[in-house]
């Protein structure tokens, strides 16, 4: 069965305490992983697209990785506007979409 | 970017809705969302140039429509309790790389 995985489920951190969230998956084939930032009340905001094993992007202060069964999204000394629940998505052949139901990140000054 | 309307609504079991999106200009595909409170979004459908390209597993009671202009519908008939959830729409160029999202239609179903 196709599914997504993340953990932890929720995660505070101090304020520049670094940390990694992790999304494991299992597809029938593997177009894309991607990653998205959801605040409260609004849509998903894109972050990363990774497409193979041993990809890597980075913005500002995240960096997202891909393995053949699992993503990490590391969070480098993060700040209080990092809060936000982060979902992990990946889509398979055959254009199915499958959602994790996020890492909810708190990040206290 | 995406825009939704309505952002909210409220209908009765039974009923039927049309959700409507306008997609982020220059994109031609589109996605539809259902995401209940606390939960990651669930994938509906797909369209690209005006076809359906993949759906998830929802009912055919959930159908949607894309015209020329990019924009697109997504009508639910026979709404139950458990449809009440928000409704995401989500637009990229060709299917492919991120997808730009809107912020929701809130649908609940009484």
């Known amino acids: 069965e196709d599914q997504v995985t993340q953990s932890p489920e929720a995660l505070r951190l101090q304020e520049g305490e670094s940390s990694s969230l992790n999304c494991s998956y299992t597809v029938s084939g593997l177009r894309g992983l991607f990653w998205y930032r959801q605040d409260p009340g609004k849509g998903p905001e894109f972050l990363f697209t990774l497409y193979s094993a041993g990809e890597e992007k980075e913005k500002e202060r995240l960096k997202a990785t891909l393995t053949k069964k699992e993503s990490f999204l590391h969070i480098t000394a993060p700040k209080p506007e990092d809060s936000a629940t982060y979902l992990c998505a990946v889509q398979a052949y055959g254009n199915q979409f499958y959602f994790g139901t996020g890492t909810s990140l708190t990040v206290i000054p | 970017g995406v825009t939704q309307s309505p952002t909210h609504l409220i209908k009765t079991r039974g009923q039927q809705v049309t959700l409507r999106c306008s997609s982020q200009s220059g994109h031609n595909t589109v996605s539809w969302y259902q995401q209940a409170l606390g939960q990651g979004p669930q994938f509906i459908f797909q369209?690209?140039?005006?076809?359906?390209?993949g759906r998830g597993n929802f009912p055919p009671r959930f159908s949607g429509l894309q015209f020329p202009n990019d924009s697109s519908e997504l009508n639910v008939n026979a709404l139950e309790l458990d449809d009440s959830a928000l409704y995401l729409c989500?637009?990229?160029?060709?299917?492919?790389?991120?997808?730009?999202f809107g912020s929701g239609t809130r649908l609940t179903v009484v």
């Open positions: 989500a637009s990229s160029l060709d299917g492919t790389g991120g997808y730009t």
């Open positions: 369209y690209y140039r005006k076809e359906e390209n």
